[in-house]
């Protein structure tokens, strides 16, 4: 067997303990799963922060369900002369009078048809107005957060193509910016993760950078296709999809690129895995010109693709 090629440890280690789903999940996260409780409050916040908008509302909307329902509980639990109404029905039983008189307290509104009545209950209820000017400062202070924070919103293609490159192949995958602002200076990085013997006879993982036929363009207004030469040089030469499937093979790509609206640099990860490696295919234009002279951008077709008949399943 032709022993592996020398290669480097971009930080996801070399050494193998068993099969992975990936290195890179679609979100750019890196597929890494942490034990202990150690530094947990800085970890909630970046998980907070890094929620998606569907899970971050509904977050918020739990904790204010849940917190005007416990002290509605304490409410309810000091009895029926704890609070007092302006009105003398207000159609609600005991615990709704107290869940709605939480909801006022918490956000601080007090329409004043609810009022506590007794020590205990301006104790919990002075608890409670405290609870909801913390909590929703925090809240803001998270909303805030997550709408400042500047990151790359860019469109992969599905699946990287081996496609015809001059006299021979290349591998390639596309991007293009979701966003209507400019990114410039943008790079960008890509190695090939593999699962290969060592010396010794033991699994391994070896990294190994793919050259670019071009690793930066001025600005990403279209679309940019990322081309890897498969030549001689190349860690995919004579390479097939079989072989590929054998070495639990994972292109590894980083994307960096300085970002005008916020005047800040800006970086994505992702990866492809063997089976997300189209063969013989090319990709299809994503743009056009309007008949009033403009380009449009298609972003549904940065994944489109065509059969090419030149290209065999061995680069």
């Known amino acids: 067997m032709t022993p592996a090629p020398p290669s480097f440890d971009p930080g996801l280690t070399q050494q193998y303990t068993g ?31 890094s929620l998606s908008w569907t899970r971050f509302w509904g977050l918020v909307a739990l904790a204010y369900l849940v917190a005007n329902i416990i002290f509605a509980l304490l409410y309810t639990a000091l009895g029926p002369r704890a609070l ?12 709704g009078k107290a869940f709605f008189f939480s909801v006022h307290t918490l956000t601080t509104v007090g329409y004043g ?27 803001t202070g998270l909303l805030f957060a997550r709408f400042s924070r500047p990151n790359a919103q860019l469109v992969f293609s599905d699946h990287m193509v081996v496609a015809p490159y001059r006299d021979g192949h290349s591998l390639q995958f596309r991007i293009a ?73 994972e292109v590894l790509i980083l994307i960096r690129g ?36 403009h380009l449009v951008l298609d972003l549904d077709r940065i994944g489109a693709t065509s059969a090419v008949t030149n290209v065999s399943r061995d680069a």
Do not use: C
């Open 177 to 249: 910016n979701r966003r209507k602002n400019v990114l410039t200076d943008v790079l960008a990085d890509m190695m090939l993760m593999t699962v290969e013997q060592d010396s010794t006879g033991k699994l391994r993982r070896n990294f190994a950078e793919l050259k670019l036929e071009r690793k930066k363009i001025f600005f990403l207004a279209l679309t940019w296709t990322v081309v890897h030469p498969i030549d001689e040089s190349s860690p995919l030469a004579g390479k097939s999809a079989g072989d590929l499937e054998r070495l639990q093979a």
């Open 113 to 139: 048809d609810l009022y506590p009545l007794g020590l205990a209950a301006n104790v919990v209820a002075s608890a409670e107005a405290a609870v909801g000017l913390m909590g929703f400062a925090l809240a």
């Open 19 to 49: 099969p992975l789903l990936r290195a890179i999940n679609k979100d750019g996260s890196f597929n890494v799963r942490r034990r202990g409780l150690r530094g947990i409050a800085g970890s909630v916040y970046m998980h907070l922060v």
């Open 258 to 293: 300085y970002d005008d609206s916020f005047t800040q640099v800006v970086n994505t990860r992702y990866s492809y895995r063997w089976e997300e490696i189209e063969w013989s295919a090319r990709f299809e234009p994503a743009f056009d010109v309007s008949p009033a002279g």
């Open 84 to 95: 007092r109404a302006a009105e003398t029905d207000m159609g609600l039983n005991a615990f």
